[in-house]
């Protein structure tokens, strides 16, 4: 703690003349990925806006004049290299493009009571060992969205710390011109520690990290109401006045009222899930992993499947763009939801944490965010670019932009995280009874499991309409207002650079590498109910609990085996749910949650457990649906049960034992 405090004073005197960085790329040897077997990116594989060319046909193709133009940087091309991705694994755990300047000087997220001071306790505390569960002291007595937390709670925020770190995993720790900042990379969500041994798991879900609860204690959570459902015009008005949309004088949302109201709705958000809809709905989804190999469409209902790496690299974007800046919606909220560009910005920076990004009575959002805009020329604080049809967006880009920073090819940085990102895949597990997997590959073929989770990385990359498949309903719709202001999918080629010259060169993005009906559903169209689409099954045993909203969860004694007659009954409904596992600070049982997910009866008295608490009510959290039984009345054995959910959870790097085709 000396230590840690003598750092702060340091810092302090000689910030004005200092710039330095906290939170690095984490050798290889502190991870599990010198012992998993990678997915086959090839070194030498090419993508062109979304067509993969392996490295055998890319050889090829690069001895003909016709072919190297195929896979020139002008048409698009991508190539996969070593430098390529260094680079993105480097992105990956330290990339922030800047979102630290909006979490920090704008949200607040270190103005509250989680601050530099209770983070360096936290941190201090572990003397140098690593968690997987950051508790931060509160160090008086506060209210948060109408609840109050006592002086001396600590708070389980989820936050993974690596032994003798002095940042949490994912977060980006800055100290320039007398300010210090944090920024958030993809490793604070796709990335976390083993608790036994403190390695990382690449690519496996934060499923703890509680990003609601950091949120709300922001002082100005208020700038990312869109992620909840809290319209800010309808709150009452303050005293703060502006300059509107129509030239008047009048006056914004009252700061505290609407503080307080989305700081309720952000702590109903159970821990490993994230509101990335961004269109006034509170619909945190949970957490996906980072194995992403064949695994497309990507996002929950499969919204980001087209462009680059089948639309990973439209993820990877949304990630820095909607999700951690909340002023890049500015251009395109009125027709979003439905709010002025003022009105938008104003509630944004009417209380912002840093002085200097607050701003005055009587001005026009829009100028004084002109005057502030660290990223001047573009429309946003990080750094993100426009696409050719901004301020429309489009499948490859919902929000028209693109993150990018200066002194890259557009895209090359996200780029380089989806090739990155496709040679992930869970460390090995040690299988003990290779015949009870071969039997539950057998019931994976007989209760019809394979006609969805089919191929070898279990999935047949389709979107389920929500009505079919019946999981809680909220989310599937949630993304049709970006579909109502979409242009046609275009963007620059990865020969320009940023920042953007006059008149690049525009390129069209293909849409057919995905089916135009999953694309469809992704947005809810032509089926107002939308859909989700099929994921990959493999990593099960990291990433629990299941389904898009993270309801299916149970603890490892949440269940018992009758002896009577060999069938799982509730033996502890008090941690049945997400209401019962990790909302209690308890991790779910992998085992025992899917066993939750494949029998009727134990997964009715889980979601109903659910579904009588009212955070749960409030962020749309139950468990429901994806009605594929293996159980008694669907005709299997308990123990063929238990064979399924066994082979389920074998699937790692190199499953010991993949289905037989139909």
Not at 168 to 173: D, E, K, S, T, V
Not at 292 to 302: E, I, K, R
Not at 486 to 501: A, I, K, M
Not at 599 to 606: K, P, S, V, W, Y
Request: aromatic letters at 8%; charged letters at 15%; a negative charge.
């Amino acid at each position: 703690m000396g230590i840690l405090l003598f750092l702060v004073i340091f810092v302090s005197f000689f910030a004005s003349r200092l710039e330095f960085v906290l939170g690095k790329t984490p050798s290889l040897d502190k991870t599990f990925t010198p012992v998993t077997q990678a997915a086959p990116q090839e070194v030498g594989s090419y993508d062109v806006l979304g067509y993969a060319i392996n490295k055998e046909e890319a050889t090829r193709l690069l001895n003909t004049e016709d072919g190297r133009k195929q896979l020139s940087p002008e048409n698009g091309a991508f190539a996969v290299t070593e430098e390529t991705l260094k680079l993105g694994r480097d992105a990956f755990y330290s990339e922030t493009f800047g979102n630290e300047i909006f979490q920090t000087d704008v949200v607040g997220a270190l103005n509250g009571p989680i601050n530099m001071i209770t983070v360096g306790q936290a941190i201090a505390k572990l003397g140098g060992k690593h968690t997987t569960n950051l508790r931060i002291p509160i160090n008086e007595d506060v209210t948060i969205g109408g609840r109050t937390f006592k002086a001396g709670t600590l708070l389980n925020t989820g936050l993974d710390v690596p032994a003798n770190s002095l940042v949490p995993l994912g977060m980006r720790a800055s100290f320039t011109k007398g300010k210090l900042r944090f920024g958030i990379t993809c490793a604070l969500c796709h990335a976390t520690l083993d608790n036994k041994t403190g390695r990382i798991l690449e690519g496996a879900p934060n499923n703890d990290v509680n990003t609601g609860l950091v949120l709300a204690f922001a002082t100005n959570s208020a700038a990312m109401f869109r992620q909840t459902d809290v319209n800010p015009t309808q709150i009452p008005a303050g005293e703060h006045t502006y300059i509107n949309a129509d030239g008047k004088e009048s006056r914004l949302p009252d700061t505290k009222t609407l503080e307080d109201a989305v700081d309720a709705k952000l702590l109903t958000w159970p821990p490993g899930n994230f509101d990335s809809t961004g269109t006034l709905v509170n619909n945190p989804s949970q957490i996906p992993s980072s194995y992403t190999f064949d695994a497309w469409p990507y996002g929950w209902s499969g919204h980001s499947a087209v462009g680059w790496f089948h639309g990973l690299t439209t993820l990877n974007s949304n990630v820095h763009a909607t999700n951690s800046d909340g002023t890049n919606g500015a251009d395109g909220s009125q027709a979003l939801l439905g709010i002025d560009k003022e009105t938008y910005l104003g509630v944004i920076l009417q209380n912002a944490a840093n002085p200097a990004f607050r701003f005055p009575e009587g001005a026009k959002p829009s100028e004084f965010f002109d005057k502030i805009d660290p990223t001047p020329g573009e429309p946003a604080i990080n750094q993100v670019i426009r696409m050719p049809g901004y301020p429309k967006g489009s499948p490859f880009m919902l929000d028209g932009l693109m993150a990018s920073s200066p002194g890259f090819p557009v895209g090359e940085q996200l780029n380089a995280m989806s090739a990155w990102q496709n040679t992930l895949a869970p460390p090995p597990i040690q299988v003990s009874d290779v015949a009870s997997l071969e039997k539950g590959a057998t019931i994976f073929n007989r209760a019809g499991c394979i006609d969805c989770h089919s191929g070898r990385y279990f999935t047949n990359h389709d979107v389920i309409a929500q009505n079919e498949i019946g999981t809680q309903p909220s989310r599937a719709p949630t993304l049709a207002p970006f579909a109502k202001n979409f242009t046609t999918p275009q963007t620059y080629p990865d020969s320009v650079s940023v920042p953007l010259p006059s008149n690049p060169p525009v390129l069209e993005v293909p849409t057919d590498i995905t089916p135009q009906k999953a694309q469809q559903l992704a947005f809810a169209i032509n089926n107002p109910a939308g859909g989700y689409k099929v994921t990959s099954l493999i990593g099960l045993y990291l990433t629990a609990p299941y389904l898009h909203d993270g309801g299916v969860a149970a603890s490892a004694s949440a269940l018992k085996q009758n002896e009577q007659d060999g069938q799982f009954v509730v033996a502890n409904p008090k941690q049945l749910g997400m209401a019962g596992t990790l909302m209690q600070n308890i991790l779910p049982d992998p085992e025992a949650s899917l066993r939750l997910l494949v029998d009727r009866n134990l997964r009715e008295t889980m979601v109903a457990v659910n579904q009588a608490n009212p955070d749960l009510q409030k962020s749309n959290v139950d468990g429901r649906g994806h009605a594929y039984w293996v159980d008694a009345k669907a005709g299997f054995t308990t123990q063929e049960q238990t064979d399924l959910i066994q082979f389920l959870l074998s699937l790692d790097d190199q499953p010991e034992i993949l289905p037989s085709s139909r």
